[in-house]
């Protein structure tokens, strides 16, 4: 499989990362986001018309969405990663790699004025990315009162994945973590995973601090 990669974009690293974790190699073709835009070449527009990336190809596959491709690479090597396949819990899967998305709206774009100093209205942004932190605070505390320490299971799923590095990055473009312990506490246990990889910004668990237990009732 060949993935058309920028090392410092949290869609593609969603790709390398799921794939890591279910032990797919990857053949990388980087790609020179900024400043070289190539990701609006002909060669990438004529893989992918939106003109963004990640773009997987596999054989006569194309696939241009990251939530699309995590859905591809666990269905054909690591079906567990889908979830159970029960009802609720696939319902779950479902909502949250739909929430990724407003991830990458509003904490993605965000990052991206700050970072590479793209247009848009911080404030409103932040604002936005905020609210959806809030929203994931909340799914998480909810999990963790089912005994469950991941979004819509008791093990990893993609949804996990979807969700994972936007959030975790939100610093980058300007909104702070330090308001979502459950948040936090998710995060060290993704990164805990064997396999587990890092791009830039996000590291493998090092901390010598344990994060604060969530009692029950807090959000």
Known sequence: M???????????????????????????RPVDFHPGGEHRSPELLALNPAGSIPILEDGDLILTESSAILVYLAAKVAPEWLGSGKAKEAARVQQWLSFSGRLTASLGTARLHEMLLRPGNIGALQALGTAALRELEAGLVEQGLRGMRFLAS?????????????????????VTLDAYPAIRLWSRALRALDKFIEMPGIHRLHELKPEPQIEAGEA
């Open 2 to 28: 060949k993935l058309y990669d920028y090392i410092l974009s949290p869609s593609c690293y969603k790709v390398r990362l799921m794939a890591a974790l279910i032990g797919v190699k990857l053949d990388l």
């Open 154 to 174: 008791d093990r990893p799923t993609i949804a996990d994945i979807a969700c994972f590095p936007y959030a975790a990055l939100a610093p980058d473009g300007g």
